[in-house]
């Protein structure tokens, strides 16, 4: 008995994270990473990856028990945080090719801010197609199996985050300049996409409320 639920939570298990994985997608935002940490030395680039991802389970985790209850007496919904999360990442994607990463980390210190919480924690890791997903597989297998799910899952990405550096050297400093300016592509396209899809989603929304 004991060993058949072994074996089915295992299978739960296995089942939430798959589309947790394909949500957090961590082989598309590899790229970004490796621009914002290519000219770090090990030591930074060590406190921005565990940034990321205390950032990134921490918020994950909190909106999966408390997500609904914020949202709900916030009055905002999955889709307005579709929207701010877009534009929050078009503009650093913006600040990257005009200004370039030394410049970008400068303007996102004096806010403050920390590159591993923001862009990399959230929304870049966990961004609104994660926190969706995780809402949706609750329902499904219940909390216990999606915080397992998700916390592997934040594993995975810790093992990937952790030989960026490998990749760096080999495709050099000139390459990983390129590929920066392609990736700050990527991120605003992201970003566009995020966005029209918090809209598009907000006025379905909106219309199937008055149907």
Do not use: Q, W
Not at 10 to 16: G, K, M, P, Q
Not at 112 to 135: C, F, K, S
């Amino acid at each position: 008995m004991l060993k058949t639920l072994i074996i089915t939570a295992c299978y739960h298990i296995f089942l939430a994270s798959i589309p947790i994985l394909v949500a957090i997608d961590i082989f598309g935002i590899l790229p970004i990473y490796i621009d914002f940490i290519k000219d770090s030395d090990e030591i930074e680039e060590k406190h921005i990856r565990n940034n990321s991802l205390i950032t990134a389970f921490t918020v994950g985790l909190g909106f999966l028990f408390l997500g609904k209850l914020v949202f709900l007496i916030m009055g905002i919904s999955i889709y307005d945080f579709e929207i701010a999360g877009g534009i929050l990442l078009f503009i650093i994607s913006i600040r990257n090719l005009t200004s370039g990463r030394e410049n970008l980390k400068k303007s996102l210190n004096n806010a403050n801010a920390d590159l591993g919480v923001v862009p990399i924690g959230v929304p870049l890791i966990v961004g609104p197609g994660v926190l969706t997903t995780l809402l949706i597989l609750v329902g499904v297998y219940g909390y216990i199996i999606v915080t397992i799910s998700f916390f592997i899952n934040i594993l995975i990405v810790y093992i990937v985050l952790k030989n960026t550096r490998i990749l760096i050297k080999f495709i050099g400093k000139t390459g990983s300049t390129a590929a920066g300016k392609i990736a700050a592509l990527l991120l605003a396209a992201y970003a566009i996409m995020m966005v029209r899809k918090g809209v598009a989603n907000t006025i379905i929304h909106y219309l199937k409320l008055k149907m």
